[in-house]
């Protein structure tokens, strides 16, 4: 039945290697003289979500291997797939990639969500270009892109002793949402920067505004595709250790069209747009929603001098913290962040502006 094989959700190695197999013995016995375009039940297949797969993503390890050639060759037989999501950071190899981008129906992908991304540096490289700008070269429909990186290689002088190199910009007409996490230079980003994006709303980057170009383009890459954006979440993936890098304190000048901003640490000390030639009112800015990961002392002061630009600031909220619940000590309450959250969430309702914890709730009523 269409209905069952169109959206797919595989949890295991083993339903992905079954569901190959059925897919593929399908595929053998197809009939041309029916007159079917494509196999079924193959041609049924629109999403393939294996974002909850349980096993070890170890580029060396068994699994990862077995996982790959399933895939390399499960997909030229969706040629109708529009959105594909991977294990978040899966690296696919050359192989799967290129099987993914020759295969009847490319153009038909909406959304490429967990694509582990790792390019190798530029003097190691052909001139041809890599397979995954390959695969974003004939995905001219593509409406949401997520890509993870491998973070900062330990010998930043290999990014200063080569040329960037050059990527021919891609079409990309209707993308909307994009996501470089762990990804502060690669040639997918020269690609991207060069490219119009003419509909891009909602960017999720990592920043490395303390690392300079060409070994970063995060900071250059807002400066060039912020002017649109309605959704901007900076982002650093949990790992161990975990390397915070600073972020540019011009995002409000950058991006003046936000309505969501998500900041990550070290907090920047932001400043607003300059006054414009033609009026000696301030800047207004449409932010509504801004959300950090612990109120601080040194933050509020930024904050509270940005006030005056925010007049549709309604929300802020803090991602690493939950509310006390009902019950707990009064003093407990006063302690700690937990203190701290209370004294801005006073401050903040004098200004008719809501502070939310990280599941959006309000603190509790005494």
């Known amino acids: 039945m269409p209905l069952l094989y169109s959206c797919v959700r595989l949890r295991s190695v083993n339903s992905l290697e079954k569901f190959t197999a059925r897919l593929y013995s399908a595929d053998q016995m197809w009939d041309s003289i029916r007159r079917i375009p494509y196999s079924t039940p193959g041609r049924w297949v629109q999403v393939l979500d294996l974002s909850e797969l349980q096993v070890l993503m170890m580029l060396d390890s068994p699994t990862y291997y077995a996982v790959d050639a399933f895939l390399t060759q499960l997909f030229p037989l969706l040629p109708f797939l529009t959105r594909l999501t991977l294990y978040p950071g899966f690296q696919p190899s050359r192989r799967a990639l290129t099987s993914l981008t020759y295969r009847d129906g490319s153009s038909n992908l909406r959304a490429?969500?967990?694509?582990?991304?790792?390019?190798?540096?530029?003097?190691?490289?052909?001139?041809?270009?890599?397979?995954?700008?390959?695969?974003?070269?004939?995905?001219?429909?593509l409406e949401q892109l997520e890509v993870i990186g491998?973070?900062?290689?330990?010998?930043l002088e290999s990014h200063f002793d080569t040329e960037p190199p050059v990527v021919a910009p891609f079409h990309l007409p209707h993308l909307r949402s994009l996501t470089l996490?762990?990804?502060?230079?690669?040639?997918?980003?020269?690609?991207?920067?060069?490219?119009?994006?003419?509909?891009?709303?909602?960017?999720?980057?990592?920043?490395?505004?303390?690392?300079?170009?060409?070994?970063s383009l995060s900071s250059l890459f807002l400066q060039t595709h912020g002017q649109h954006?309605?959704?901007?979440?900076?982002?650093?993936?949990?790992s161990w250790p975990t390397r915070?890098?600073?972020?540019?304190?011009?995002?409000?000048?950058?991006?003046?069209?936000?309505?969501?901003?998500?900041?990550?640490?070290?907090?920047?000390?932001?400043?607003?747009?300059?006054?414009?030639?033609s009026t000696f009112a301030p800047p207004i800015l449409p932010l509504e929603v801004l959300s950090i990961p612990l109120p601080s002392s040194d933050f509020w002061a930024t904050l509270e001098g940005l006030l005056p630009f925010l007049p549709s600031l309604i929300i802020v909220q803090t991602r690493g913290m939950r509310w006390i619940r009902q019950g707990v000590?009064?003093?407990?309450?006063?302690?700690?962040?937990?203190?701290?959250?209370k004294a801005w969430r006073d401050r903040l309702a004098r200004r008719g502006i809501r502070l939310l914890d990280r599941d959006w709730k309000e603190a509790p009523c005494a």
């Open 150 to 155: 491998m973070d900062l290689d330990t010998d």
């Open 229 to 238: 954006l309605r959704t901007l979440s900076l982002l650093t993936r949990n």
């Open 244 to 277: 915070f890098h600073s972020s540019p304190s011009t995002l409000l000048h950058t991006s003046p069209n936000l309505r969501h901003l998500s900041l990550e640490h070290p907090l920047p000390a932001l400043t607003a747009p300059p006054k414009t030639s």
């Open 181 to 215: 996490l762990s990804m502060p230079s690669s040639p997918l980003m020269h690609g991207l920067l060069n490219s119009p994006l003419p509909h891009l709303e909602t960017l999720k980057i990592t920043p490395y505004d303390d690392v300079p170009f060409p070994a």
């Open 112 to 141: 490429l969500c967990g694509i582990g991304y790792h390019h190798v540096p530029h003097s190691q490289v052909a001139t041809d270009e890599d397979e995954f700008v390959q695969l974003l070269r004939v995905c001219v429909n």
């Open 329 to 341: 000590n009064s003093r407990a309450q006063e302690a700690g962040r937990q203190g701290e959250m």
